[in-house]
C-alpha cells in the first residue's frame, strides 16, 4: 500500500484549501472530492470540535478574554467560530464594551448587526448570554 500511496499523492498533490480542480469540482487534500464528500457524525462532532479550539485560541489574543466569566468567553469563541476572526474584530463596538465589562452595551452592539439579523434567535441567545453571564438552557427556553 505505501507504493500506491506515495503514486497518489505524488500524482494528485497535496491542496490544504479546498480549489476547483481543471473540470471545476471542489476539491480539497489528496483529490479529494467534496461535492460528493459524504463523513459519519464522529468525524463532523471531531471537525467541530477543531474548529471550536481553533476559534478559543483566536479569543485569546484578546486582552480582556480571561476577566470574561466562562459563559461570555464562550458567546466570544462562539462568534469566532460562526463568522470568522476578521468579521468578528469588525464588532468594535462590542468588543469595547466587553473589555470595559459593560456587557449590557455588547450585548446591545450584538443584536445591532447584519450578524444578527442574519442568525436571527441564535444572536437572541447569545446576546443574552453575554448580558447575563448566564447560559441559555435549551430545555426551558431561558
Known amino acids: ?16 484549501k479546498a480549489y476547483q480542480d481543471s473540470v471545476g469540482v471542489w476539491t480539497i487534500g489528496y483529490g479529494e472530492n467534496l461535492q460528493e464528500l459524504e463523513i459519519d457524525e464522529a468525524l463532523a462532532e471531531h471537525w467541530l470540535e477543531e474548529s471550536i479550539l481553533k476559534a478559543e485560541q483566536y479569543a485569546r489574543n484578546y486582552s480582556f478574554y480571561d476577566s470574561l466569566s466562562q459563559p461570555r468567553k464562550d458567546v466570544l469563541i462562539e462568534m469566532i467560530f460562526n463568522m470568522g476572526p476578521s468579521r468578528v474584530r469588525g464588532f468594535t463596538n462590542a468588543l469595547a464594551a466587553m473589555k470595559a465589562g459593560n456587557y449590557e452595551d455588547a450585548a446591545r ?34
Open 109 to 142: 452592539e450584538m443584536l445591532d448587526s447584519k450578524w444578527a439579523r442574519q442568525v436571527g434567535k441564535r444572536a437572541d441567545r447569545l446576546a443574552e448570554q453575554m448580558r447575563t453571564g448566564k447560559y441559555w438552557n435549551a430545555d426551558t427556553g431561558q
Open 1 to 16: 500500500m505505501s507504493k500506491l500511496l506515495e503514486s497518489v499523492k505524488l500524482h494528485e498533490g497535496l491542496r490544504l
